[in-house]
């Protein structure tokens, strides 16, 4: 049974926040661009996805908004160690965007506006796992951050987490993103502390 003291003060800390191995908690959102911050227009901006056979299937703002969102509440851990517990988003399932596309590729490359890429198994993208989301606390998605609308897979280190994403492509074999072809960990699962090849 749990001890309760009375003479607690501040923030009750919640049982399911876990600190992955060689994390410490941040209460800060760190800015990590690999380059310039992009700024695009919703009215211009477009997600596409292209299977394997080249298929195309494109969004825009509107018909992205309009699929349904969700409001997850995650914890962030990049792969620089910090962690920030307890973020809240709002954005669309990966999973309702791929559920017409039908394809049998095992793998995506995820494409960013400026042109970051990173890699990940298609089906880390479903069962509510990630999401393309355009607000923070609140808020519309702030440009440094990734704004309009970056990926959010809070179960990989944070670099899976495309900022600026604009589309993916539907791949039978894996392909390295920017981080992964200089190194780090294809995968990135933090809990297995998956931060370079070979970990
Ligand atoms: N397009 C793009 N996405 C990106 C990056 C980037 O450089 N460009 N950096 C990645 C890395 S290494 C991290 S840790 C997170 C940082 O997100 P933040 O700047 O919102 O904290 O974004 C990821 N997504
Ligand atoms: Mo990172």
Not at 144 to 157: D, F, N, S, T, W
Not at 174 to 195: A, I, L, M, T
Request: aromatic share 12%; with cysteine; glycine share 10%.
């Amino acid at each position: 049974m749990a001890i309760i003291s009375r003479g607690f003060r501040g923030r009750p800390r919640d049982e399911r926040h876990q600190l992955p191995p060689g994390q410490y908690e941040t209460t800060d959102f760190p800015v990590l661009s690999a380059g310039p911050t992009p700024r695009i227009d919703k009215d211009r901006w477009e997600f596409t996805i292209r299977t394997e056979t080249g298929t195309r299937h494109t969004w825009d703002w509107t018909r992205l908004t309009a699929l349904g969102s969700e409001r997850p509440t995650v914890d962030l851990h990049c792969v620089t160690k910090w962690s920030k517990f307890g973020t809240s988003w709002e954005g669309v399932p990966m999973d309702a965007l791929l559920e017409d596309v039908e394809t049998t590729a095992d793998f995506a490359l995820v494409e960013s506006y400026g042109g970051y890429t990173t890699n990940l198994p298609l089906e880390d993208l479903l069962d509510g796992r990630a999401w393309i989301v355009y607000r923070y606390e609140g808020e519309d998605l702030p440009p440094e951050h990734g704004g309009p609308a970056r990926l959010l897979v809070p179960h990989l280190y944070l670099w899976k987490s495309a900022k600026w994403v604009r589309g993916m492509q539907l791949l039978l074999e894996d392909e390295p993103g920017f981080w992964e072809s200089v190194g780090y960990h294809d995968y990135g699962d933090p809990w297995r502390e998956q931060r370079y090849q070979g970990d």
